[in-house]
């Protein structure tokens, strides 16, 4: 496995998670790093990316000024921290590595196993 989620777990309403992906080899060599996530019944749906490269950042207008995504120096980790949960958010989360500044999944091509939240009270 090259890229592990983690950080998942059971939040109330307006909490927060952090939610953490490592890159076992770096040799990805992927300057792009992508949060999906994939509510029961939906598509998986873009959250936002990072560039290793500059630090660029997009969001999901779901989830603009309540998450934010950043990464290590070292370019092994990236991070999204979710704030003011909802239980819309709900869902499980996903990271990915890819080259193109891309909304669209398919546009990636690595992907973690994916870890869940759940917001509720």
């Known amino acids: 496995v090259q890229l592990q989620a983690s950080g998942g777990g059971l939040v109330q309403p307006g909490g927060s998670l952090r939610l953490s992906c490592a890159d076992s080899?770096?040799?990805?060599?992927?300057?792009?790093r992508g949060w999906f996530r994939q509510a029961p019944g939906k598509e998986r749906e873009f959250v936002g990316f990072?560039?290793?490269?500059?630090?660029?950042?997009e969001y999901a207008d779901s989830v603009k000024g309540r998450f934010a995504i950043s990464r290590d120096n070292a370019g092994n980790t990236v991070n999204l921290q979710m704030n003011n949960l909802r239980p819309e958010d709900t869902a499980i989360y996903y990271c990915?590595?890819?080259?193109?500044?891309?909304?669209?999944?398919?546009?990636?091509?690595?992907w973690g196993q994916g870890t869940q939240v759940t917001v509720s009270s």
């Open positions: 990915a590595a890819g080259d193109y500044l891309s909304m669209i999944a398919s546009r990636y091509d690595y």
């Open positions: 080899r770096r040799s990805l060599n992927r300057n792009v």
């Open positions: 990072i560039t290793f490269r500059g630090g660029r950042t």
